[in-house]
């Protein structure tokens, strides 16, 4: 899909990260051979907090009226939310009967089924209009800054997120290149709807482990970089990964502290902001 730049220049509006109560703890960073990254909150500045299939929209309901409209969607607010949360639950309901714990949608798909129109040429443009109205998002400071040392230092650069096929096309938009001109290795990139399982399934993250090894990576030379405590420390740490908690934006800040999972979890690093994090290239800085 090539996306529509007149839609995003639409939907994507300068954003600013809202600054958290935490203060940075870096005392061990170090370089590292690999370095991967969350998306939603991490990389980009996420209005929901995280991609926001399933989000609740009632503050924007005249917002949504209008896109169904232009879509020729007649489907009442309340009904077309009731649909598309019906549809996602039957799905997930489906995949852990068949022993996956923490399953992923193609949304594609489930827009298919909801709008029952499974042929339509336009359901990838109208998932991305959905998905940008509901969860506004914009480069978080530093990332791009970030990008351009780790491959000038030849760090590898990944990502493991929860994400759809927009999420790809979105970033590449957003910093105006590729994501292999970014730096990024495309060995590295593991999506959600692609791998069908969700975080904080450690499933991803074993993958990427398993292919980091064929590149001579040890897991204990990879740092993980996420917003969450349970999506992402949590499955990171578990199979030898760095972590790195990113603590750079009040809104997508997951610390989780009621969940008896996290409790005794601590990652390695706190960041709050991604230029911290070039002290990872050592003397490789250009």
């Known amino acids: 899909m090539n996306l529509d730049a007149s839609i995003l220049s639409t939907y994507v509006q300068r954003l600013a990260p809202i600054a958290t109560h935490m203060a940075p703890k870096l005392d061990g960073l170090k370089p590292y051979q690999a370095i991967l990254f ?15 299939v399933g989000c609740d929209i009632f503050s924007k309901d005249d917002q949504l009226v209008q896109l169904l409209h232009r879509y020729g969607i007649d489907i009442a607010p309340e009904e077309f939310r009731r649909l598309l949360q019906s549809a996602i639950q039957a799905y997930h309901t ?6 996956v714990d923490y399953p992923e949608v193609d949304i594609v798909k489930i827009w298919a089924q909801v709008l029952n129109v499974p042929q339509a040429s336009w359901i990838d443009e109208f998932a991305l209009e959905y998905e940008l109205l509901v969860n506004p998002v914009y480069p978080m400071p530093g990332a791009d800054e970030l ?7 030849g760090i590898f650069m990944g990502v493991i997120s929860n994400a759809q096929f927009y999420t790809r096309l979105l970033l590449e938009w957003l910093w105006g290149r590729s994501l292999t001109d970014c ?21 991803m993250f074993a993958r990427a482990r398993s292919a980091l090894s064929h590149m001579a990576i040890p897991a204990t030379a990879v740092l993980y970089v996420g917003n969450d405590m349970l999506n992402d420390i949590l499955p990171a740490a578990s199979v030898g990964f760095n972590t790195a908690l990113f603590a750079g934006d009040r809104r997508s800040l997951r610390l989780r502290e009621t969940n008896q999972r996290c409790r005794r979890l601590t990652p390695d690093l706190v960041v709050t902001d991604l230029r911290q994090l070039f002290a990872c290239a050592g003397n490789n800085l250009p």
Do not use: M, N
């Open 94 to 99: 489906t995949a852990r009967q068949q022993g």
């Open 147 to 153: 990008f351009s040392v780790l491959k000038a230092a």
């Open 38 to 52: 969350d998306v939603y909150g991490t990389l980009v500045i996420s209005g929901a907090g995280d991609i926001g």
């Open 183 to 203: 730096g990024f290795d495309r060995r590295l990139l593991f999506y959600s709807y692609l791998e069908a399982h969700a975080k904080p399934s450690p499933i």
